[in-house]
């Protein structure tokens, strides 16, 4: 997708005159609108999900809910937790938001419930209203967790930071530079392919340019045209 995407943005700025973005450039920008685009999901989940409590057209919110779901699936993980001390667990390095915190107790996987702070110390405290090791808790340290009563292991279910998108490539003898996808830093959006119009609409965006959906698709189209036709004329 990435080298689609750059191809239909290449030709867009060519088309507006607007100069050309390179390589490096484009990376970076392609990392920005990614995040973009990731970060809008679970916005979009949150407004999904309180349309469908609220009763707001309950079919298309949930739906939506479904969409959105989907598509955050592929960046879903579940891992165990290091320890990093008694209460301690380390929070994976490539969390982007955590979903769900779990320990198991005969076998069974039980849900943590996250309390602040406060909450959390006076709750070590309590005799009659003490958590159990049925039902704990735990608060959180940027990247770490303290977790009441102790348990043994935990797990963590959330969502990872997508990987970063790069167009690698090898320079010509006029020094242009050519797709080169077997590269080993290598990358390809991890985002769901029909994202790939608001993907590009954001990198122009980025690059100084505003331009339509509409118009995207037209020139898309057509750079897929210029691609066949090259494909059948070799």
């Given at each position: 997708?990435?080298?689609?995407?750059?191809?239909?943005?290449?030709?867009?700025?060519?088309?507006?005159?607007?100069?050309?973005?390179?390589?490096?450039?484009?990376?970076?920008?392609?990392?920005?609108?990614?995040?973009?685009?990731?970060?809008?999901?679970?916005?979009?989940?949150?407004?999904?999900?309180?349309?469908?409590?609220?009763?707001?057209?309950?079919?298309?919110?949930?739906?939506?809910?479904?969409?959105?779901?989907?598509?955050?699936?592929?960046?879903?993980?579940?891992?165990?937790?290091?320890?990093?001390?008694?209460?301690?667990?380390?929070?994976?390095?490539?969390?982007?938001?955590?979903?769900?915190?779990?320990?198991?107790?005969?076998?069974?996987?039980?849900?943590?419930?996250?309390?602040?702070?406060?909450?959390?110390?006076?709750?070590?405290?309590?005799?009659?209203?003490?958590?159990?090791?049925?039902?704990?808790?735990?608060?959180?340290?940027?990247?770490?967790?303290?977790?009441?009563?102790?348990?043994?292991?935990?797990?963590?279910?959330?969502?990872?930071?997508?990987?970063t998108p790069k167009w690698t490539y090898l320079t010509t003898a006029g020094g242009d530079p050519i797709y080169?996808?077997?590269?080993?830093?290598?990358?390809?959006?991890?985002?769901?392919?029909?994202?790939?119009t608001q993907l590009i609409i954001k990198i122009l965006r980025y690059a100084g340019i505003t331009i339509r959906?509409?118009?995207?698709?037209?020139?898309?189209?057509?750079?897929?045209?210029?691609?066949?036709?090259?494909?059948?004329?070799?």
């Amino acid at each position: 997708m990435i080298n689609s995407i750059r191809n239909t943005v290449l030709s867009i700025i060519d088309k507006d005159n607007s100069g050309y973005i390179s390589p490096s450039e484009f990376n970076l920008f392609a990392k920005a609108a990614q995040l973009e685009i990731y970060q809008e999901y679970f916005d979009n989940y949150r407004k999904a999900v309180s349309a469908k409590n609220n009763r707001k057209g309950s079919r298309g919110a949930s739906d939506e809910v479904k969409d959105v779901s989907n598509k955050l699936n592929i960046f879903t993980k579940k891992v165990a937790l290091a320890s990093g001390g008694t209460y301690t667990f380390t929070l994976p390095s490539d969390m982007y938001i955590l979903n769900t915190v779990l320990t198991t107790l005969n076998s069974i996987d039980d849900i943590v419930e996250e309390v602040d702070k406060t909450e959390f110390f006076y709750l070590k405290q309590a005799n009659m209203a003490s958590p159990t090791e049925k039902y704990r808790v735990y608060t959180r340290y940027a990247n770490e967790i303290d977790v009441f009563p102790v348990p043994s292991s935990a797990q963590a279910i959330y969502y990872k930071i997508p990987s970063t998108p790069k167009w690698t490539y090898l320079t010509t003898a006029g020094g242009d530079p050519i797709y080169n996808p077997s590269a080993t830093d290598f990358s390809d959006f991890e985002l769901h392919p029909e994202e790939e119009t608001q993907l590009i609409i954001k990198i122009l965006r980025y690059a100084g340019i505003t331009i339509r959906a509409e118009d995207v698709v037209s020139v898309a189209e057509g750079q897929d045209n210029k691609e066949y036709e090259k494909e059948n004329l070799t």
